[in-house]
């Protein structure tokens, strides 16, 4: 099957635009992107989604003691956490650790009542 040169390139651009690569910010270093990293890329929004989770919530369950306030982990969290974010050519995929956080340190902080 031929394919032309302006077909290829469509389908690249295709093919490029679905994967989805995770990215971590240091919240420490607010805006400093030389402390940026790649983390990798996945072939789905679930699976980008999922590993921006699961480091929001290592960093909570590892900062979260018993009594602490919803206050002193997200703000321990936004202050010191890793802030992971997706970019992708789909833009119906999208996550906001900082939103993730805010319901997870409600939901630890209010175990115990």
Not at 25 to 46: A, I, P, Q, V, W
Not at 97 to 108: D, Q
């Amino acid at each position: 099957m031929k394919i032309s040169i302006m077909g290829f390139f469509a389908e690249m651009k295709k093919i490029q635009s679905k994967k989805y690569e995770v990215y971590v910010d240091d919240n420490f270093h607010f805006l400093d992107e030389s402390e940026r990293y790649k983390l990798g890329e996945f072939k789905t929004c679930e699976d980008a989604v999922a590993v921006c989770k699961k480091i929001v919530d290592d960093f909570l369950e590892k900062g979260y003691k018993k009594g602490m306030s919803f206050k002193e982990l997200y703000e321990g969290y936004t202050g010191f956490g890793e802030d992971p974010f997706i970019i992708s050519g789909d833009k119906t995929c999208f996550f906001s650790a900082w939103t993730y956080a805010k319901k997870r340190c409600t939901e630890l902080c209010n175990e115990e009542k």
